[in-house]
């Protein structure tokens, strides 16, 4: 019964996250494995010269997307050997592809977080129309499409992943 109670209560929100989805799904193709651009680059540029090119440059860019980028490229680098292993250079299909995955998964991570922390306060509707207005209200979506490794994603998961941790420590200390 439970189960039922919770779909029926978070189904518009499951949706929404499905919708946003496709909506990644249908623009990735657009990109044309240009996703690690602009300041992008310097955020990942130290997975690639740590990992491809065995050893570690430091940049003006903070490291912090790269850390929460690592699972990623990791999936992406042993992709890449075993189906193009000519192709391991850091930039090929496989890794952008990867890194604009991880872009859509901290986004989903983190407005859930936002969800169910509103939802707490203020109930299904009021969680749902805030999703709804950040993500299509802010450069959270943009950054998503065209900037594909900014730091948006990463601080939005960050910042609401914070954030419930406090409201988690408010409601149980």
Request: glycine share 4%.
């Amino acid at each position: 019964m439970i189960k039922h109670k919770f779909i029926n209560n978070n189904a518009f929100f499951i949706v929404f996250l499905l919708f946003v989805g496709c909506i990644s799904i249908w623009i990735y193709p657009q990109l044309n494995d240009n996703i690690i651009t602009s300041d992008g680059y310097w955020y990942y540029d130290y997975l690639k010269t740590l990992f491809i090119d065995k050893n570690l440059s430091i940049n003006k860019y903070p490291i912090g997307t790269a850390i929460l980028e690592t699972p990623f490229f990791m999936i992406a680098h042993v992709l890449s050997h075993i189906l193009t292993p000519d192709k391991c250079d850091g930039y090929s299909h496989y890794y952008q592809l990867l890194i604009y995955i991880s872009g859509y998964f901290y986004y989903c991570i983190g407005i859930t977080a936002l969800y169910s922390s509103v939802k707490c306060f203020y109930g299904v509707t009021a969680s749902l129309l805030t999703c709804i207005a950040l993500t299509f209200g802010t450069p959270v979506i943009y950054c998503t499409k065209s900037l594909a490794r900014q730091l948006a994603q990463d601080t939005f998961f960050l910042l609401f992943l914070k954030k419930v941790a406090v409201f988690e420590y408010m409601l149980y200390c």
